[in-house]
């Protein structure tokens, strides 16, 4: 069990929101769910590497890692309350994304960054491995 004090309800532990989460999770909800709660990331890496190893290091690191994999949902839909669970493992989709210069890349990568999702439904982090 990742979390001390979570609430059995089905099958799926359910785990209290830490005060972040639910203060960002109340800016989502006041913003009508913009993308503003998006945080990306772009790691660049130089010289050559192996796009397919790349992905599954990525799939393992988010394989082992439990707050990469929690999800949203509500718990007791009728009191609205916001919970996060554990679901049982399934393998990340690493998106491999191809650009033929940079502008092209850049135009990409914001593409991807304003993609508003679900946060009671979808996964809370997505990857995607560009090239050049």
Known sequence: MPYPGGKK???ITYYDLSNPQKRIWLTELVNNHKDMSNIGYL????????LELLVRAIKY???I????QLRFKYADVEKGELHQYL???????VQVIEADNEQ?????IEKLHRQQFNVTSD???AFAVFSV
Do not use: A, F, W
């Open 61 to 63: 690191v988010v394989r």
């Open 104 to 108: 092209e890349l850049l135009e990409k």
């Open 65 to 68: 890692n439990t707050g990469l």
């Open 87 to 93: 679901p049982e493992y399934q393998d990340v989709d």
């Open 123 to 125: 996964q809370l982090c």
């Open 9 to 11: 309800m089905e099958s």
């Open 43 to 50: 790691i660049q890496l130089k010289g050559k590497y192996h």
